[in-house]
Nanobody
Framework: QVQLVESGGGLVQAGDSLRLSCAVS???????MGWFRQAPGNDREFVAA????????THANSVKGRFTISRDNAKNTVYLQMNSLKPADTAVYYC??????????????????WGQGTHVTVSS
């Protein structure tokens, strides 16, 4: 079974940057990868996703222009570079693998393996 381990979260001030990493075991280059986040009291929210080769990616409107998803298939790792952070970005961030039959990158229910999450707190 694939295992995912996120890292890189922390407490920062508004306007700062963070880079999240997600190390994945198994056949990493066979997975579409996604990042999601969940703030207290809120539903899990799509942040970004990237295809198996890294040639196609998409970002939520709320983070477009500030966050960038990327992957390094040689290192079995997917990244989320977060710039110009805002207090509204405060959440637990999760990486996940799209299930083999999954087609909707934006729907968390189509992802079948998840990491434990990493906390990001942005103070104003």
């Amino acid at each position: 079974q694939v295992q995912l381990v996120e890292s890189g979260g922390g407490l920062v001030q508004a306007g700062d940057s963070l880079r999240l990493s997600c190390a994945v075991s198994g056949a990493f280059n066979s997975y579409v990868m996604g990042w999601f986040r969940q703030a207290p009291g809120n539903d899990r929210e799509f942040v970004a996703a990237i295809d198996k080769s890294g040639g196609r990616r998409t970002h939520a409107n709320s983070v477009k222009g500030r966050f960038t998803i990327s992957r390094d298939n040689a290192k079995n790792t997917v990244y989320l570079q977060m710039n110009s952070l805002k207090p509204a970005d405060t959440a637990v961030y999760y990486c996940a693998t799209l299930s083999p039959g999954g087609t909707n990158w934006y729907d968390w229910a189509e992802y079948d393996s998840w990491g434990q999450g990493t906390h990001v707190t942005v103070s104003s």
